[in-house]
């Protein structure tokens, strides 16, 4: 059981939320927080590892987070880029010390 005060603006916009589309207020509330919990555990707990492999919604939820990192990265004007030759390169000596 969850009990929480919201700002008024958010309890009605929340309200008309859950009225339009005939769900709960608690449906709305759960997938929030279903959809942020990770984001908050890496904000608050970050030197806590994941007690559990991940499922594959946690790691659609990762993968998704790393994709839109990578492409706020990639649009800042000192952003490098590396050619498809030298990508395979670093992989290469990467896999080749890996070997050793």
Do not use: C, N
Request: aromatic share 8%; no cysteine.
């Amino acid at each position: 059981m969850l009990s929480l005060r919201l700002p008024e603006t958010i309890e009605t916009r929340l309200t008309t939320l859950a009225r339009t589309t005939g769900r709960t207020k608690s449906f709305y509330a759960k997938e929030a927080i279903l959809k942020h919990i990770d984001e908050l555990e890496e904000r608050y707990l970050p030197d806590q590892s994941p007690t559990s492999p991940m499922d594959k919604g946690e790691h659609d939820r990762w993968f998704k987070k790393q994709v839109e990192q990578g492409l706020i990265e990639a649009d800042k004007s000192d952003a490098k880029w590396f050619s498809e030759a030298e990508v395979a390169e670093q992989l290469d000596q990467h896999i080749h010390a890996a070997s050793k």
